[in-house]
T-cell receptor, first 116, second 113 residues
């Protein structure tokens, strides 16, 4: 089954304690992305990657890091989490360049993060 | 700048009534447009998408949307709402060949029995 998986689904942590949210896709997609969802703001892109070892900032990258060492995995790293990073996080993937399928993103189930 | 606006934050309709959720976008080129639905505690599910061609697109769960270039709109419609349609709905525009999606703020749909 084609899917995007995220772990953990729920996480409560304290300020300053480094954490990683993993994301994996089994569709051989080149493009992967992280979004955060906040009430009244919709989803905003944090970082994206267009292929292995190619990453770039989205609209709200401050306080986050990513890496893309393998095509299927795209972890989100919070080196020193702060309470304003309490949010619902989504990983997404899609393929590029295929007519009719370009830009259709497949989303993971979400990770609800609380930073105390 | 590219943007998506969903003017209605919250909509309540009676079960069996028709539904229209509004979406306006700002984008310089021909847009790729999407509607996603998020049920409580769930992830995002794609309802339908517009890339080109026929401006009236059909999606899953009986939803349809119409692309109107002159109005920069992509409104979502359903002729008869079911209680299970209660959810949050997001309109999004694809920002070209980058894979990035720009989302609207979302519209929460409540269905009255």
């Amino acid at each position: 089954e084609a899917q995007v998986t995220q772990n953990p689904r729920y996480l409560i942590t304290v300020t300053g304690k480094k954490l990683t949210v993993t994301c994996s896709q089994n569709m051989n997609h080149e493009y992967m992305s992280w979004y955060r969802q906040d009430p009244g703001l919709g989803l905003r892109q944090i970082y994206y990657s267009m292929n292995v070892e190619v990453t770039d900032k989205g609209d709200v990258p401050e306080g986050y890091k990513v890496s893309r060492k393998e095509k299927r995995n795209f972890p989100l790293i919070l080196e020193s989490p702060s309470p304003n990073q309490t949010s619902l996080y989504f990983c997404a993937s899609n393929t590029l360049g295929l007519a009719g399928e370009e830009d259709t993103q497949y989303f993971g189930p979400g990770t609800r993060l609380t930073v105390l | 700048a590219q943007s998506v606006t969903q003017p209605d934050i919250h909509i309540t309709v009676s079960e069996g009534a028709s539904l229209e959720l509004r979406c306006n976008y700002s984008y310089g080129a021909t847009p790729y447009l999407f509607w996603y639905v998020q049920s409580p505690g769930q992830g995002l599910q794609l309802l339908l998408k517009y890339f080109s061609g026929d401006t009236l697109v059909q999606g899953i769960k009986g939803f349809e949307a119409e692309f109107k270039r002159s109005q920069s709109s992509f409104n979502l419609r359903k002729p008869s709402v079911h209680w299970s349609d209660a959810a949050e709905y997001f309109c999004a525009v694809g920002a070209g060949n980058t894979g990035k999606l720009i989302f609207g703020q979302g519209t929460t749909l409540q269905v009255k029995p």
